[in-house]
């Protein structure tokens, strides 16, 4: 239990669905990010929220779109995603967005057919 | 030149060896360091951080650090089957309360019975 819960763990959508990833965190952190975990590639950082609010976009297509209602909860959602999406994506959270360790979830494994 | 870099591996040590798992960074100004423990399948586990010169031990864990040389590594000593996962290394991109998490692609280890 890493107090970071990921919701689906497993997902298998068309290009055309859409759909949602959540992320819930019982840590009493105030910033959330998204990664994007490819094959024999590193991390690549997605989203930073920091207290609700978006501190960074790293040029992520629009067809991903994020959403923190509150600093526990932190969604993904997805539209008329490609093949090259499919990815393992995690969640994580820090006390705050300056860098510190970050604590992971056990991410979704999306694959898109 | 990547940020953050990892040799892939695999490396393979027999049990109760000692692993050496390596990493280079080119942003002078990084100032915290971090090992993840990644399982196959499972979500990256913080294991050591790290962020003054010099050595911090935990347990069977070694983590060391050469800001002169931009140079970060783990040693495993005693290394069990159980350590046999992938290897992340982070650095705290810049300084202040702006920095963000930059990840090699990791390290294989495989430890052998």
């Known amino acids: 239990e890493t107090g970071v819960t990921q919701t689906p763990r497993h997902l298998v959508m068309g290009m055309t669905n859409k759909k949602s990833l959540k992320c819930e965190q019982h840590l009493g952190h105030n910033a959330m990010y998204w990664y994007k975990q490819s094959a024999k590639k590193p991390l690549e950082l997605m989203f930073v929220y920091s207290l609700e609010e978006r501190v960074e976009n790293n040029s992520v297509p629009s067809r991903f779109s994020p959403e923190c209602p509150n600093s526990s909860h932190l969604f993904l959602h997805l539209h008329t995603l490609q093949p090259e999406d499919s990815a393992l994506y995690l969640c994580a959270s820090s006390q705050d967005h300056a860098g510190g360790p970050q604590h992971f979830g056990d991410g979704t494994r999306l694959s898109i057919l | 030149q990547k940020e953050v870099e990892q040799n892939s591996g695999p490396l393979s040590v027999p049990e109760g060896a000692i692993a050496s798992l390596n990493c280079t960074y080119s942003d002078r100004v990084s100032q915290s360091f971090f090992w993840y423990r990644q399982y196959s399948g499972k979500s990256p586990e913080l294991i050591m951080s790290i962020y003054s010169n010099g050595d911090k031990e935990d347990g069977r864990f070694t983590a060391q650090l050469n800001k002169a040389s931009q140079y970060v590594s783990l040693l495993i000593r005693d290394s069990q089957p159980s350590d046999s996962a992938t290897y992340l290394c982070?650095?705290?991109?810049?300084?202040?309360?702006?920095?963000?998490?930059?990840f090699g692609q990791g390290t294989t280890l495989q430890v052998k019975p």
């Open positions: 982070a650095a705290r991109r810049g300084s202040g309360n702006t920095g963000k998490l930059i």
